[in-house]
């Protein structure tokens, strides 16, 4: 539906931040809720943050509330995870995708995924 590349992970240390970007190559870009998912090896892929078309609302996963932010730039056609007092435990890789819906938080409602970039937090 809509191709999404992921960019920015790399290496850090505990307390550090990162800035992740996703860009989408489609030209129905404000219709779509975005979200950011992550996955550790040996774990479930788990809701990390959304935002809605027009980039007025925000949700999170409660272990990132007040750490993460996400973000949109609907005439860049990107979206955005800032990332502030990393932890260990965030270490994973982290995923966009798109959606039809205003705050979508589970994975059945995302249509288009990124391949994913990787973020290592160490300690």
């Known amino acids: 539906q809509v191709q999404l590349v992921e960019s920015g992970g790399g290496l850090v240390q505990t307390g550090g931040s990162l800035r992740l970007s996703c860009a989408a190559a489609?030209?129905?870009?404000?219709?779509?809720?975005m979200g950011w998912f992550r996955q550790a090896p040996g774990k479930e892929r788990e809701f990390v943050a959304t935002?809605?078309?027009?980039?007025?609302?925000?949700a999170y996963v409660d272990s990132v509330r007040g750490r993460f932010t996400i973000s949109r730039d609907n005439a860049k056609n990107t979206v955005s995870l800032q990332m502030n007092s990393l932890r260990p435990e965030d270490t994973a890789v982290y995923y966009c995708?798109?959606?039809?819906?205003?705050?979508?938080?589970?994975?059945?409602?995302?249509?288009?995924w990124g391949r994913g970039t990787q973020v290592t937090v160490s300690s």
């Open positions: 935002i809605n078309p027009t980039g007025g609302r925000t």
């Open positions: 489609t030209d129905t870009f404000s219709i779509y809720a």
């Open positions: 995708a798109a959606a039809f819906g205003n705050l979508p938080t589970t994975e059945l409602l995302y249509r288009s």
